[in-house]
């Protein structure tokens, strides 16, 4: 089943050609980073208009690129939610219009979901059952993947997102948007102890997280050494904030995987890509047993080729929609696409 798959929730314009689910064909992407990065974080008008630009352009280089003609494929999938309205909307318009156009099923695909489904194009022999921990510029979460299309979410952010803390924390630090990358790579010239950052224990369910304490505490401690004439040891403070997310997120999924009695864990989305935290689960996995899957880095991004990946399955589970589809800011993962919801 060939399906041409598009992503567009946030700032990067992504299409691809996939292959009964895990075999990528073609991926195109197209990052708007750099037209953001002057305002320091996406400007939702921007990223809604570089979308229009590049959409179709991107589509005919997958189609080319994957040496398939429009009349081959078997699907259009499309990530219709979470993200900002108004990309998530060109996405939609496009691939709804595509379907109508060719007279193919057209698949809707939450984009955490889509995250998840990187790990199956990178681990062929990965299957559901497993523990995934997505973790992403808008989106933290700890999801009980029980199948392809059935998933529980055991505990997410209260707050915001790791990935945001990343990007909020960079500001400060005066490096560029997006910041996780720049702070990875500071973070390596730095200790780990170099500051007492916060590490937030929360009432109720024991695998909720937050990072909005911590983005403060870095912010404030800029701000202070700013303001007193102090030095600010950039690569300390990099690498502190590092190892406080990392030892938000890796302890928790452990004592799921051992509360669920998982012996195999996914880490998804962009966060993923942060080094002292693939360390620190290589680590942690190894001394419980547990098998552990990583996507390499380009898989870790947004991109299309995992859209159409998860949209193989939501298809093989009846999920499709009619051209009726809309765009959601908001979205759980837990539910699967009812075609009454777009209505
Ligand atoms: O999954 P993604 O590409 O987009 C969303 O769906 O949000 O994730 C983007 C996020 C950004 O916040 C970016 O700063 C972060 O992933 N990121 C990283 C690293 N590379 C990207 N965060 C920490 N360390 C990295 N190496």
Do not use: W
């Amino acid at each position: 089943m060939l399906i041409l798959s598009v992503e567009s929730t946030c700032d990067e314009t992504a299409v691809a050609v996939t292959e009964n689910g895990r075999r990528v064909l073609a991926d195109q992407i197209f990052s708007q980073a750099d037209l953001h990065a002057v305002y320091g974080g996406v400007v939702p008008e921007i990223a809604s208009r570089s979308h229009v630009e590049v959409i179709s352009y991107l589509a005919d280089r997958a189609l080319a690129e994957a040496g398939v003609g429009k009349a081959d494929l078997d699907a259009v999938a499309v990530a219709y939610a979470p993200g900002l309205i108004g990309a998530v909307l060109v996405g939609v318009n496009f691939a709804k219009s595509a379907a109508l156009a060719l007279g193919i099923p057209l698949i809707p695909v939450h984009h955490i979901r889509g995250h998840i489904a990187a790990n199956y194009i990178a681990f062929p022999e990965l299957e559901p059952p497993f523990l995934c921990l997505a973790i992403s510029g808008g989106n933290t979460l700890l999801a009980d993947v029980r199948d392809y299309t059935d998933m529980r979410i055991l505990g997410q952010t209260r707050d915001d997102a790791a990935g945001e803390c990343f990007d909020k924390s960079a500001r400060v630090l005066g490096l560029p948007y997006p910041g996780g990358a720049p702070i990875d790579a500071l973070a390596r010239e730095g200790r780990d102890d170099a500051y007492l950052l916060p590490h937030p224990a929360l009432e109720g369910n024991p695998y909720d997280m937050s990072f909005s304490g911590l983005k403060t505490a870095v912010i404030n401690i800029a701000h202070h050494a700013e303001q007193t004439g102090e030095a600010l040891d950039r690569p300390g403070l990099a690498a502190s904030l590092c190892r406080a997310v990392s030892e938000s997120l890796v302890p928790r999924t452990m004592a799921a995987a051992a509360e669920l009695g998982y012996k195999k864990i996914a880490v998804a989305g962009g966060v993923a890509a942060n080094s002292r935290i693939r360390a620190d689960f290589r680590a942690a996995a190894e001394k419980a047993g547990c098998a552990l899957y990583i996507p390499p880095l380009k898989l870790c991004g947004d991109n299309a080729a995992m859209i159409g990946c998860q949209g193989y399955y939501e298809y093989l589970a009846g999920h499709t929609a009619s051209s009726d589809l809309n765009a959601y800011a908001n979205m759980e993962i837990e539910k699967p696409f009812s075609a009454g919801r777009s209505k």
